[in-house]
């Protein structure tokens, strides 16, 4: 899997379509690299996302983040 030069392409990508597939409110979770975190998050925000929080995994590393679609109005 490539993901271009910085590795975060295909998060770009799903982010930005995930608006024609989720419900209004509906959830969008990345699993990403113990590295990645704040720029996935940053992603997530920048395309419509709220409510993004970040979880750790049993190792206690950054792993997964999550948010909420803000309804368009």
């Known amino acids: 899997l490539y993901g271009g030069d910085d590795g975060l392409d295909f998060y770009r990508e799903i982010a930005e379509k995930a608006k024609q597939f989720l419900a209004d409110d509906g959830t969008l979770i990345f699993e990403f690299g113990y590295n990645q975190g704040g720029e996935v998050m940053e992603i997530m925000m920048k395309n419509g996302f709220r409510n993004v929080e970040i979880l750790k995994d049993?190792?206690?590393?950054?792993?997964v983040v999550f948010g909420e679609l803000i309804p368009e109005t």
């Open 58 to 63: 049993l190792a206690g590393l950054n792993r």
